[in-house]
């Protein structure tokens, strides 16, 4: 009768492939979480940004919208100065993004109603201006 306690090594590797099997699995199914976290993220931060781009065209007059129409619209000539079509400039993961605006008459050629699109990268965002 041996008198050893303790695993022998053929019993320490047979746990281990055991442990192998069950954590492959579970560590696959967590990594496409993890991916669409990221870009989850990333779509979250174009979208606050393309937003704040959007709702600062959208406070400008009519006027001034109706006088910048295009696809893109020039920020620098449609915010006065360079200096403040720069603040719509951002960075994100060591890249800078500035979302592009287009302006267009959608009245039917009756004037009074402007569609303003707002993309930065894969973002886009729609919204409508009339005239007072």
Same mark, same amino acid.
């Given at each position: 009768?041996?008198?050893?306690?303790?695993f022998?090594?053929?019993?320490?590797?047979?746990?281990?492939?055991?442990?192998?099997?069950?954590?492959?699995?579970?560590?696959?199914?967590?990594?496409?979480?993890?991916?669409?976290?990221?870009?989850?993220?990333?779509?979250?931060?174009?979208?606050?940004?393309?937003?704040g781009?959007?709702?600062?065209?959208?406070?400008?007059?009519?006027?001034?919208?109706?006088?910048?129409?295009?696809?893109?619209?020039?920020?620098?000539?449609?915010?006065?100065?360079?200096?403040?079509?720069?603040?719509?400039?951002?960075?994100?993961? *060591?890249?800078?993004?500035?979302? /592009? +605006? #287009?302006?267009?008459? &959608? $009245?039917?050629?009756? *004037?009074?109603?402007?569609?303003? /699109? +707002? #993309?930065?990268d894969? &973002? $886009?965002?729609?919204?409508?201006?009339?005239?007072?």
């Amino acid at each position: 009768m041996s008198n050893n306690k303790g695993f022998t090594l053929v019993e320490i590797i047979i746990a281990v492939l055991l442990l192998a099997i069950a954590i492959v699995p579970m560590v696959g199914a967590y990594g496409p979480a993890i991916f669409s976290t990221a870009v989850e993220d990333e779509v979250g931060v174009f979208t606050n940004q393309a937003r704040g781009t959007l709702n600062r065209v959208a406070t400008l007059d009519f006027a001034t919208l109706n006088n910048h129409q295009g696809n893109p619209v020039d920020l620098a000539a449609l915010f006065g100065s360079a200096a403040e079509a720069v603040k719509e400039t951002f960075s994100f993961h *060591g890249s800078s993004y500035t979302p /592009t +605006v #287009a302006i267009a008459d &959608v $009245s039917g050629g009756l *004037g009074g109603m402007l569609e303003i /699109t +707002v #993309a930065a990268d894969q &973002v $886009s965002l729609v919204t409508l201006k009339t005239e007072s």
